[in-house]
């Protein structure tokens, strides 16, 4: 079993950072895939960023390509998503995931276990 937990959120201006931490609980960390994903009211959970317990990375959100880093050190049982450039568009609520599966990975479905969320703001 894996528990999650977010941080590092909060209100800032466009074109400013953060750097969203997730801590993870278990003694087989290493072997899941880790994922980012986002949320505003009213639409679908969408896939933001993923790593696969080989650190392979996958971006699916165009906008966040090049602005988005998703990394993990596994030795500390945390991963990270780095975010630069930051625009109004990005404001949601920010999920880190965990799943066993190596495909499919920017389907929610995919992923077993959640944080319970960090809010992100972006003002203009």
């Known amino acids: 079993q894996v528990q999650l937990v977010e941080s590092g959120g909060g209100l800032v201006q466009a074109g400013g950072s953060l750097r969203l931490s997730c801590t993870a609980s278990g003694r087989t960390f290493s072997s899941y895939t880790m994922g980012w994903f986002r949320q505003v009211p009213g639409k679908e959970r969408e896939f933001v960023a993923a790593?696969?317990?080989?650190?392979?990375?996958?971006h699916s959100v165009d906008s966040a390509k090049g602005r988005f880093t998703i990394s993990r050190d596994n030795a500390k049982n945390m991963v990270y998503l780095q975010m630069n450039s930051l625009k109004p568009e990005d404001t949601a609520l920010y999920y880190c995931?965990?799943?066993?599966?190596?495909?499919?990975?920017?389907?929610?479905?995919?992923?077993?276990?959640w944080g319970q969320g960090t809010q992100v703001t972006v003002s203009s």
């Open positions: 995931a965990a799943t066993r599966h190596r495909t499919e990975i920017i389907s929610p479905s995919r992923y077993d276990h």
């Open positions: 790593n696969s317990w080989s650190g392979e990375s996958t």
